[in-house]
């Protein structure tokens, strides 16, 4: 099996694109949020670097871990005919176009109701 499918079948795709995308609707909340309360431009710089710095946890925590019935255990304690992740990924995918129906609500409330910046 190559690195490519190995990396398929365990889902770390999916995982990572949950969490940029994750990440992204994070910061864009924030922006607004933070803005209100006027927060120093520093809160949001630590915030991305966090946030930054998280993924690669998240991928490798994906390559390593899988999620069971039984709650999470090491990938290669998991015999590969019970293994589950066909149905994990399809969970990740509802879960990432749950994320991204979010996010299209957002720019859609942005566009219509947030207030511009200069016009306060």
Do not use: C, H
Not at 50 to 62: C, H, K, Q, R, V
Not at 88 to 107: H, M, N, P, S, W
Request: proline share 3%; hydrophobic share 50%; aromatic share 12%.
């Amino acid at each position: 099996m190559s690195l490519f499918e190995e990396l398929k079948r365990r889902n770390v795709f999916r995982v990572g694109i949950a969490y940029v995308v994750t990440s992204w609707l994070v910061m864009q909340v924030l922006e607004i949020v933070l803005e209100s309360f006027g927060s120093p431009a520093w809160v949001m710089k630590t915030v991305l670097v966090i946030l930054a710095a998280g993924l690669p946890f998240a991928l490798i925590f994906a390559w390593a871990f899988e999620l069971t019935p039984e709650g999470l255990k090491k990938e290669k304690d998991v015999d590969r005919t019970q293994s589950i992740t066909n149905q994990t990924g399809r969970k990740l995918d509802y879960a990432i176009i749950a994320i991204l129906a979010v996010a299209l609500a957002y720019f859609i409330w942005e566009s219509r109701y947030a207030p511009t910046k200069g016009s306060e």
